[in-house]
């Protein structure tokens, strides 16, 4: 089932188009993996699939409706919720208090304070410290489990990986799998191409501001991906 249906959009800053005309289609439960060179245009469509930027062309539906013109709040209360990146906690706010943040928006459903530590039990442990104390790791898993509160059923994450340790991002990719498993689909901004194939079920590579390449997990070719992501012959 289609759960998310965008077709051609046009997004940017102000005067500045960052999105040229982008199309993809997410079914429940699935993960779709966005690769691509810095600039590329991937922060840009999460942002915008979140209502941050505006839709300027073309238009996002969501379970059959068009939400191209709606706030970022109607968007979260719809459920589609952004692990942004860089985490960013409140830095005067614990661990537990940075995750029931999480319920500010989105809507009622499995996921609650008890479910996100059973998914990080370090949380757990660490409740009651600053989240700004915890490991950048730790600071990750924070971020994901605030964005769970919202009871997503659409979850974009945003370069989840990024400055962490090998093993802590296979943590986190661990995680995610659950996630998935709970039926939510997701969106994943990746840098590491590898990570990000491992990880999907469908891939697209970003350049210029459109989608230049796609496909399956199984049908990735490292060659024709690294000529998509740089543009070279
Ligand atoms: P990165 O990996 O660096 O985050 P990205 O693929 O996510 O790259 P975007 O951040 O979406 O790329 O940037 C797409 C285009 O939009 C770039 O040309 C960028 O310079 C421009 N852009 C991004 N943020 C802004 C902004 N706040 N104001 C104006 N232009 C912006």
Redesign the pocket.
Known sequence: MTLLEVENIKS???P?T??FGVSLSLSKGKTLA?I????????????TLTGLNKVSDGSVTYEGQDISSLSSHQIASLGITMVP?GRRLFPSLTVEENILMGRCSGRNGPWELDKVYELFPILKERRNHLGTMLSGGQQQMVAVGRALMSNPQVLLC??LSLGLAPIIVQDIYKTLQVVSDAGVSLII?E?DIQQAIANCDEFMC?R??LIVLQGTKETANRAEIAHAYFGTD
């Open positions: 940017g800053y102000g500045i960052a999105l966005l691509g060179a810095n600039g590329a245009g991937k922060t840009t469509l999460l942002r990146e945003d370069e901004v840098q970003m210029d501001g």
